[in-house]
């Protein structure tokens, strides 16, 4: 209550209850009975005593700032079961009001404990189902497995041609500076430099180029009025990016996201998006065939919210020909994987066996959860005569509002795709498509 702050206060700086009074102008039985909580207290007295003790006013009228409590009280829970006497929860104002300073070191430990647990179990993750660092143990071990093979050969063949053994040795010198190379990297993958490393966490180039995307909403509105010219600003402001790999990672996607914006503006996309209930099947004549042009801005698109209006949520899938997921920007119930391809039954890789054909479709997830998904497979890049174009495969994904799903699973005159999140944590046991 007010009155023990004040007290807890006074008695932490040392100032005797009948000084402050007369500090605050009033008497010492008065300030006596408001000690006690048995006067109420606020406008200028408040603000008064507040001075005379050194402590903003709403620190001694609402106890502890509410970021400092709750990770008080997040210490406290998270460590209860590990004391053989629980922490007093009831007086964390008191605790935060006479020790501010231990209270604060207390938190901010809480905060470097929950970061460093969340590395630990980020590299965990990456040991147990990253791809990439698999391949990468692969190509060291063999890059050993050769030099040895090679050393062995040196040492026990004496009388090896001059020729042999000149190719030998080259062997073993190529052989050493792509170990040297691969085990760099390898290292560089689990302990980057300490900046990036507070910036990146745990994440690699593409998932440190996806969170710059997220938290900008996948929207910047500098590069819709500038152009590529606000490039170099946008990642200069971004985390992770000390990383050559992560930067010029995300200049490519933010490149790309420029010229997207530069071939379909801002002020012709957003007004007729609105004005389509932003349906993609309404808007392909903007993208003047491009349908995956059109795809990809509605997912640029400022997103609703209560204040204001704007596009409902939309999520993204890209993939190149190998169907190896490039880029993505997630939607809730809807999981993409990290790494690799995802569901194969998704109308993204249908798409990539029909190029140039638009394709609509239902999706329900296992949960229950449905969303329309929208896909088309493009050249990446022109292409010229005689050579196989790079495809190019995208996805625009929005769910479908609980009261408007199809019970009976039906998509205009289609059965809805019963599809998942990628077989490695799919629940459909029955699927024919299950690698």
Partial sequence: ???????????????????????????????????????????????????ALAVEPAQLSEGADATLYDALQSVARDQAGNLDAPPETDRIDEMAGRFPGWAALIAAQQKRIAGLE?????????????????EAMHEVVSSVAAIRSTADILVREADIDPVWRGRFHRNLHEEAERLSTRATALIHHF??????????????????????????G???????????????????RAAGMGDPATRALGERWLMAYAADAARLPLPVMRPAAEAAGHDPALLLGLGQGDVALVLRRLATLPRQTEATAGAPPFGLAVCDGSGALIFRRRLAAFSIPRFGAGCPLWPLYRALGRPGQPEMSLIEMPQGAQFRAWAISQPAAPTGFGEAPVMQAVMLLTPVPPEAQVTSATHAGAAAIAAGPGCHLCPRMACPARR
């Fill in 1 to 51: 209550m007010t009155g023990n702050r004040i007290r807890e206060r006074r008695l932490v700086l040392g100032i005797k209850q009948a000084d402050l009074a007369e500090m605050v102008g009033i008497s010492a039985s008065y300030l006596n009975l408001i000690e006690h909580n048995r006067r109420r207290i606020g406008g200028k007295l408040l603000v008064g005593l507040a001075r």
């Fill in 191 to 216: 302990e980057p430099d300490a900046a990036e490393a507070d910036a990146r966490g745990a994440s690699t180039p593409t998932e440190t180029v996806e969170a710059m995307f997220e938290a900008a």
């Fill in 118 to 134: 969340a590395m630990v179990e980020g590299l965990r993750d990456r040991i147990g189902h990253d791809p990439l660092l698999a």
């Fill in 218 to 236: 996948h929207h910047f509105p500098e590069i819709e009025v500038h152009g590529a010219a606000a490039i170099p600003a946008v990642l200069m």
